[in-house]
């Protein structure tokens, strides 16, 4: 009972990272209709730049929790600011020139500046992993057992509950936003027609890029949560990451934004899960696994809507 507790909590911290990033999948296909496979990228880029400040502002964790947490707060940022850039610069030279040509392109052109985003990281930051000290320490017992095989602790770490705290903070944050605001209907309106939505007097290409912004916002925040979590970080960390956060999506119902977080759970869950009772090398099999299962029996997701064909 007490190795499950431990997985279980384990398993929910790294589903809510991949629900961060899925949210960005899910708010710019639910618009466009695209998939930004950039945006895996995004993800390391915050991550990266996240590392870079906390070198320069000597940030090692051994100082008071407050200017820590101030420190932190600075970083994330920071590196929101920087993200958010990079997504706008990308959707503007990358994707909106494409908006209107068939498919295919934007899928190409968001494979194209994945790989550039990589190799522009990798060139100017060196293909070595960036290790860092903990700077988030300390926790809390929750349940303690001994037996003859030695004493196992449940722990839930400081990290732990800055992360899941903080994903809860956001989620509810943006959805008041695409609930309760006028970027949020706005937001709505595109998605459910596009050219309507421009001549009724909405700007859609500015709509178009505070989403990219948005989405790339959380990336960031859920690079530095990464990094602080797990120490380390690389150039090719947005790939798997990325490819994992948009099967959270899918799985959970592209397009919605309770189904990306929802998605992100279940994949940390079973990617955790999987690694603690059976074998740590098919942990990514599993996670694609159950994404084919639940495209093959509900093609939409867990609270996905099934799509209506305009006629």
């Known amino acids: 009972m007490e190795y499950f507790l431990q997985q279980l909590i384990n398993g929910i911290t790294l589903g809510s990272i991949y629900g961060l990033i899925a949210i960005g999948y899910t708010m710019v296909y639910g618009i466009i209709g695209m998939i930004n496979f950039a945006h895996g990228d995004v993800f390391m880029v915050g ?21 820590t947490l101030l420190a932190l707060i600075l970083v994330v940022l920071i590196a929101m600011i920087i993200a958010a850039a990079f997504n706008w610069t ?48 300390g926790g809390m017992e929750i349940m303690k057992r001994t037996s003859e095989n030695g004493e196992f602790v449940v722990r839930l770490s400081n990290m732990q509950i800055i992360i899941v705290i903080t994903t809860l903070i956001l989620m509810a944050i943006f959805t008041a936003i695409i609930t309760r605001t006028s970027l949020g209907r706005a937001q709505r ?4 027609d596009m050219k309507m939505a421009s001549l009724l007097g909405i700007d859609v290409d500015k709509t178009i890029s505070i ?22 970080t690389d150039f090719y960390v947005g790939f798997l990451a990325g490819i994992k956060a948009f099967t ?18 279940i994949i940390g869950l079973i990617e955790t899960f999987w690694s603690a009772y059976f074998t740590v090398e098919y ?12 495209l093959i029996f509900m093609p939409q997701g867990i ?6 064909e305009k006629v």
């Open 189 to 192: 309106a595109c998605e459910q």
């Open 248 to 265: 959270a999506a899918v799985l959970g119902g592209i397009g919605s934004l309770p189904g990306a977080m929802l998605g992100g759970i």
């Open 303 to 308: 609270l996905g809507r099934p799509e209506v």
């Open 47 to 67: 991550g990266f730049v996240s590392v870079i400040a906390l070198i320069m502002f000597g940030i090692t964790g051994g100082g008071g929790v407050f200017i």
């Open 211 to 232: 989403t990219f912004i948005i989405g790339a916002a959380l990336a960031a925040v859920a690079g530095l949560m990464f990094f602080l979590y797990y120490g380390v």
């Open 283 to 294: 942990k990514d099999v599993a996670a694609f696994a159950m994404l084919a299962a639940v």
């Open 90 to 137: 990308i959707e503007r030279l990358a994707y909106r020139p494409l908006r209107g040509s068939f498919r295919l392109a934007p899928l190409i052109s968001a494979i194209g500046m994945s790989i550039v985003l990589q190799e522009f990281v990798r060139v100017a930051q060196g293909g070595r992993p960036k290790p860092l000290q903990p700077i988030v320490t």
